[in-house]
Nanobody
Framework: QVQLVESGGGLVQPGGSLKLSCAAS????????MAWYRQAPGKQRELVAA???????NYADSMKGRFTISRDNAKKTVWLQMNSLKPEDTAVYYC????????????WGQGTQVTVSS
C-alpha cells in the first residue's frame, strides 16, 4: 500500500517560517520525483516545488527564494522549508510522488493545512 503522509502544517504569522515533512512508504522512493503542490479554496492546485531522483530542483516563481525542497532517500522523506510566509500562501499543501515507468505513476498525500494569518 502506497502512503504519503504529510506533517508540519499549522497556523503561522506573516513573515514566519514553517517546515513540512512527507514520509513515503510502499514505493521505491529513490527513483521518484517528489513534489509539493498546494490548493487554496476556490483555486486550482498548483506546483510549489519539485525535486528529481537526481536532486535537481525547481520552484514556482512566487515561491522562488522563499521555499526550499529537499529529500533524504534513506529516510524516504521529502521536506518543504517555507520562509517569509505570506497570507496568500494559505492553502492545503500536498505531497506528490511521480515516476515514468510502465506509464506514469502518480501518488498523492492527504494534504496538510497551512494558514498564514495574524
Amino acid at each position: 500500500q502506497v502512503q504519503l503522509v504529510e506533517s508540519g502544517g499549522g497556523l503561522v504569522q506573516p513573515g514566519g517560517s514553517l517546515k513540512l515533512s512527507c514520509a513515503a512508504s510502499g514505493i521505491i522512493f529513490s527513483i521518484f520525483t517528489m513534489a509539493w503542490y498546494r490548493q487554496a479554496p476556490g483555486k486550482q492546485r498548483e506546483l510549489v516545488a519539485a525535486i528529481t531522483s537526481g536532486g535537481s530542483t525547481n520552484y514556482a516563481d512566487s515561491m522562488k527564494g522563499r521555499f526550499t525542497i529537499s529529500r533524504d532517500n534513506a529516510k524516504k522523506t521529502v521536506w518543504l522549508q517555507m520562509n517569509s510566509l505570506k497570507p496568500e500562501d494559505t492553502a492545503v499543501y500536498y505531497c506528490n510522488a511521480e515516476r515514468r515507468g510502465l506509464g506514469l505513476s502518480v501518488y498523492w498525500g492527504q494534504g496538510t493545512q497551512v494558514t498564514v494569518s495574524s
